[in-house]
């Protein structure tokens, strides 16, 4: 059995033979040494041309960074207006003016709409509070409140908010028990507080 010698993977073929094969693979048309030559001197003269306009664009580049640095323009600055260009730039387009009139025109829907339903659920409570309901219910809560007023101490409340009656009254009746409870003898159990 004759083992085969295998290629080895690292051999490489010289360029030469390699750009050889790729161009007589490529369909290029043939050209003579006069056209080539000329070609040559082309891609010469451009690769200068494009060296020397790099080399314009980044003295311009520093010549402009150096009026900038004169006249106090920082990055920040520049980012600033770039944003407040493209923002007014986004607001006189046709699209932004057409959201906003949408927009606008719901919030105004939005407001009248509100507006409408507080002055239903207004007119609703005017109602009733014309009802012998509510009247007699305000009538209990008045007479509930002078009462309150009457046990806490006479008249030293007259004017307060129904919150403060009901601290003081709170106060009072805490009062009241630890008043009673010192006079009392302890086997006496049916007095709560």
């Known amino acids: ?53 790099r080399q314009v664009l980044a003295d311009k580049e520093k010549h402009l960074m150096e009026i900038k640095h004169k006249l106090g323009v920082n990055v920040m600055n520049e980012l600033k207006q770039n944003f407040n260009k493209s923002w007014y730039d ?3 387009h046709s699209a932004y003016k057409k959201t906003q009139e949408t927009l606008s025109q719901a919030g105004q829907k939005a407001t ?20 012998p309901t509510f009247k007699s219910f305000e009538e209990r809560l008045d007479s509930t409140v002078s009462n309150l007023k009457t046990k806490v101490g006479g008249t030293s409340n007259v004017g307060a908010s129904f919150e403060e009656v009901l601290n003081s009254t709170a106060h009072a009746s805490a009062q009241s028990c630890s008043v009673a409870e010192t006079q009392l003898p302890e086997d006496e159990e049916d007095i709560q507080c």
């Open 1 to 53: 059995m004759e083992t085969q010698a295998q290629p080895d993977l690292l051999e490489t073929q010289p360029l030469q033979e390699a750009d050889e094969e790729m161009a007589t693979d490529a369909d290029f048309p043939i050209l003579s040494e006069e056209e080539k030559e000329e070609l040559s001197a082309e891609v010469v003269q451009l690769e200068d041309e494009i060296t020397t306009l």
């Open 112 to 131: 009248a709409a509100i507006t409408n339903v507080g002055s239903a659920i207004g007119k609703k409570l005017g109602d009733m509070r014309n009802t």
């Open 90 to 92: 986004v607001q006189t």
